[in-house]
């Protein structure tokens, strides 16, 4: 269901828990959400690619879902933990 909710608002709301999360000594965490969040945006309000500031913002977001994948998949500190 489509709704006028915008990802302003979605980002707005997630700033404070990100900054929460790192100020509580969660860099990482608060990163991963930071990337999640703006993966999550592009798919709430496609990105306009007509024009440059689009274009470039497409390529951040692609930047942000690499960093996401990356923290997901870390080798030292696995997801589940490894009996």
């Known amino acids: 269901m489509q709704s006028s909710f915008r990802y ?3 980002k707005n709301l997630m700033v404070q828990i990100i900054n ?4 509580a ?3 990482d965490e608060a990163q991963a ?3 999640l969040t703006h993966v999550i945006g592009s798919r709430i309000e496609p990105i306009d690619t007509a024009n ?3 274009v470039d913002y497409q390529t951040e977001c692609l ?5 996401l994948l990356a ?3 870390r080798t030292d500190q ?6």
Request: aromatic share 14%.
């Open 78 to 83: 696995p997801l589940l933990p490894v009996n």
């Open 63 to 67: 930047i942000y879902q690499r960093d």
């Open 20 to 23: 929460q999360i790192d100020e």
């Open 71 to 73: 923290y997901l998949t």
């Open 33 to 35: 959400m930071g990337s």
């Open 25 to 27: 000594g969660y860099a």
């Open 8 to 10: 302003g608002v979605i």
């Open 52 to 54: 440059s500031w689009g």
